[in-house]
């Protein structure tokens, strides 16, 4: 079954950190680019971060940069995101993402919250 399974969401308060995991399953994950999306309440789902299936070149949204590392390990069919220095504007549900061959997969999301 292709699928995009996230884990990894919670609560935690400003400053702190969390790891996001996607593990993909179904298809040949070292081949395709990975993406990390979010949505908050009332907003229009974002793209956070990217990671390219050769090389692990990486890009990200100017509102996480220098807070937000994605990364992969194909041995593990997993795509991961590291977000440190959390703020409340970082609250939203996250997704997984990729694009294999013509179907637009996506995870079922994981919440994130950034609250005192």
């Known amino acids: 079954q292709v699928q995009l399974v996230e884990s990894g969401g919670g609560l935690v308060q400003p400053g702190g950190s969390l790891r996001l995991s996607c593990v993909a399953s179904?298809?040949?994950?070292?081949?395709?680019?990975m993406n990390w999306y979010r949505q908050a309440p009332g907003k229009q789902r974002e793209l956070v971060a990217m990671?390219?299936?050769?090389?692990?070149?990486?890009n990200y949204a100017d509102s996480v940069k220098g807070r937000f590392t994605v990364s992969r390990d194909n041995a593990k069919n997993t795509v991961y995101l590291q977000m440190n220095s959390l703020k409340p504007e970082d609250t939203a549900v996250y997704y997984c993402?990729?694009?294999?061959?013509?179907?637009?997969?996506w995870g079922q999301g994981t919440q994130v919250t950034v609250s005192s």
């Open positions: 179904g298809f040949t994950f070292s081949s395709y680019r």
């Open positions: 993402n990729a694009l294999v061959n013509t179907r637009n997969l």
């Open positions: 990671i390219t299936s050769v090389g692990g070149i990486t």
